[in-house]
């Protein structure tokens, strides 16, 4: 393994509620400062979540970040980065990106406790309504392409194979951008990071990590449940949905095999003060054959070999 997963570290960027129209401010939250962290990242439908307990912020930083959960029309964007100082020079990823639902602030004994409750999604991709046709002989992904790539505050879009075919007849959709892509995909978009992903249920990518094995920390025995297998292992950053990986466990080698990340959960609390765990929950379906390739599809977006589900 290229680094230990030793000395736990996270930054959180929170965008202040004085935020300018021109200027955006944010605060900045980090390490020794004790953080509590729920993260949930999947490829479904339903919005990925992120829930923080801060402990001990000053004052100011208290008011800078406060958010009425009842606030419906103020949009502030959260970063959280976490990872482990002696892996990689310092690797301390990505690990949420999205919109603070609420923020606030109470004493618990001798402490004092900061609650943040975020969801990973882009206001413009459920609240807006486009209208939207896609001529015959143009294909669905660059159709798709044009009009995901445009909404605010998304990233980047991913394209799956399955959407490359050239459109036969002219189609016409109206209503919120997420509902048009998930009827013009049969379902298949969802947004991760601040990205739109358009995958086929057997497409994947290719990620930062490629295998879960002993060396990178799986904890206790895989378990299997409704075509799905779920491990548990040391907190690992790197992961995505979509993304392929192989596992390779010792203790349970029947489920060793080549699998789609469909979710993951990572929980724990990173500290300079106190000591606890810090987890990573993943589930996988199983796929049948390594990767091929990955292919360009156009100069934004890029797609992945699809695979058929093991029976």
Not at 35 to 64: G, M, P, Q, W
Not at 129 to 145: C, D, H, N, T
Not at 162 to 185: H, M, Y
Request: aromatic residues 10%; charged residues 25%; negative net charge.
């Amino acid at each position: 393994m290229d680094g230990k997963k030793f000395n736990r570290r996270y930054i959180m960027r929170v965008m202040s509620a004085d935020s300018g129209i021109l200027e955006s401010k944010w605060v900045e939250i980090k390490w020794p400062l004790t953080c509590e962290f729920t993260i949930n990242r999947n490829c479904n439908a339903s919005d990925n979540t992120a829930h923080f307990v801060i402990y001990n912020l000053n004052k100011e930083t208290r008011n800078k970040i406060y958010k009425d959960a009842w606030d419906q029309d103020t949009n502030r964007q959260i970063e959280f980065y976490a990872g482990y100082a002696d892996m990689n020079g310092g690797m301390i990823p990505r690990c949420f990106k999205g919109t603070l639902k609420s923020a606030f602030s109470y004493r618990s004994g001798s402490d004092i406790r900061t609650e943040i409750e975020a969801f990973d999604g882009s206001s413009s991709l459920s609240e807006n309504q486009i209208s939207m046709s896609i001529q015959k002989g143009v294909p669905l992904a660059m159709a798709m392409f044009t009009y995901a790539s445009g909404l605010k505050d998304v990233e980047s879009v991913t394209i799956g194979k399955k959407f490359t075919s050239v459109n036969s007849r002219t189609n016409s959709f109206i209503g919120p951008p997420i509902d048009i892509f998930n009827e013009a995909t049969g379902g298949q978009c969802y947004m991760d990071d601040q990205s739109i992903y358009m995958l086929d249920k057997n497409e994947v990518f290719i990620g930062d990590l490629s295998i879960i094995n002993e060396d990178n920390g799986i904890l206790g025995t895989p378990k299997y449940f409704e075509n799905m297998v779920q491990v548990e292992m040391l907190f690992e950053p790197r992961l995505k949905p979509s993304q392929y990986l192989e596992l390779d466990s010792n203790i349970e080698d029947r489920f060793n095999g080549n699998y789609k990340l469909t979710g993951f959960t990572h929980k724990g609390i990173i500290s300079g003060a106190v000591s606890g765990d810090c987890v990573t929950n993943v589930i996988m379906m199983r796929i049948v054959t390594e990767i091929e390739a990955v292919v360009d599809l156009n100069t934004a977006a890029y797609l992945a070999i699809p695979f058929e589900d093991r029976t």
